[in-house]
């Protein structure tokens, strides 16, 4: 038996009082995790240019707006290329850039006045994430065999006979049917249109007749799923709520 990697939390912030702040909460309610404290761009990439072990998983806790003007946003892109599999929160003072930050992928947004209410919930959601599905999903792409983390899906579409499978940073074409694939997933997936499915966990927002992704994309539930779906949604978020 295998010892559960170790947690790496990166905080960026270029005010070192909020980092200090947020370092403390985030102590208190997960204090196996290695806190790390950032404030810019430079030490960020030097941070990076070290790798990541096998050894840790890291969260990384973005303000959009760095030192100097920097763009947390930006940053956020960039961590995506080197740690593809890191989940990102954004965190900002500003409400405004709320919407600014569904051009890169990530899994949560707090609103700084509100980080009391909202911290803990989202470095949950993050920790999910990061938790590796005890089965893969195997799909079959042409003559290729594909083992995929279920945590990094964001939905499945079905387009005549093939499935279109969105991760975090890629895009399977599988052979299999919604149907075959949805069992072999967790409970946190859903078939909410004949053609769709979505990861409950990597949604931003339910507006009763589509989702929207964590990515930005806007999925549809069918009019004969809505209530079913509404069910299982608020289920899935007092689930949520509840490990917090």
């Known amino acids: 038996m295998t010892d559960s990697p170790q947690i790496e939390l990166i905080i960026c912030d270029d005010d070192a009082l909020q980092r200090q702040e947020l370092a403390a909460d985030i102590h208190t309610w997960f204090p196996a995790f290695m806190i790390r404290e950032i404030s810019g761009a430079r030490d960020l990439q030097c941070h990076l240019a070290r790798g990541v072990s096998a050894e840790s998983r890291r969260i990384y806790l973005m303000d959009v707006i760095l030192e100097n003007g920097e763009d947390g946003i930006d940053l956020a892109r960039h961590i995506h290329r080197i740690d593809p599999e890191a989940p990102i929160i954004f965190i900002s003072a500003y409400l405004e850039k709320a919407c600014d930050v569904y051009d890169v992928e990530h899994c949560y947004f707090v609103y700084k006045p509100q980080k009391d209410q909202r911290l803990k919930a989202a470095v949950s959601r993050a920790l999910?994430?990061?938790?590796p599905s005890r089965t893969p999903l195997v799909v079959h792409e042409g003559t290729a065999v594909h083992r995929v983390n279920p945590?990094?899906?964001?939905c499945m579409e079905r387009v005549r006979r093939c499935t279109y499978i969105t991760c975090v940073n890629q895009v399977f074409k599988a052979r299999e049917d919604l149907t075959k694939l949805l069992e072999q997933l967790p409970e946190s997936f859903a078939q909410c249109h004949r053609s769709y499915v979505v990861n409950?966990?990597?949604t931003a927002a339910f507006y009763g007749t589509e989702f929207e992704m964590s990515n930005g994309l806007r999925i549809p539930v069918a009019r004969s799923r809505q209530n079913e779906i509404r069910r299982r949604y608020s289920r899935f978020l007092q689930k949520e709520q509840d490990l917090c």
Not at 128 to 131: A, C, K, R, Y
Not at 151 to 154: D, F, M, P, R
């Open 200 to 202: 409950f966990a990597r």
């Open 151 to 154: 945590s990094s899906i964001l």
């Open 128 to 131: 999910d994430l990061l938790e």
